[in-house]
């Protein structure tokens, strides 16, 4: 699956968008910079098609 492909750091992002944490809250938690995780996140959004974080995590929340 496309889940599976994914990097443990971008599997992070994705649950922690699934908690309603907030891009500087999953910085925080993961060790990254707040700029950083947004760039996961848009490259996420464009590989899987989604529109935004909220779509990202919906078409892969079965995966996780």
Known sequence: TMY???????KSIIYLIGKGFTNEEIAENIG???????????????????????????KLKGEI
Not at 4 to 10: G, S
Not at 38 to 54: D, E, G, P, V
């Open 4 to 10: 599976d492909k994914m990097t443990e750091t971008e």
């Open 32 to 58: 990254k910079a707040k700029g950083t995780v947004s760039t996961y996140i848009f490259h996420l959004c464009r590989q899987h098609n989604a529109k935004n974080r909220i779509e990202l995590y919906n």
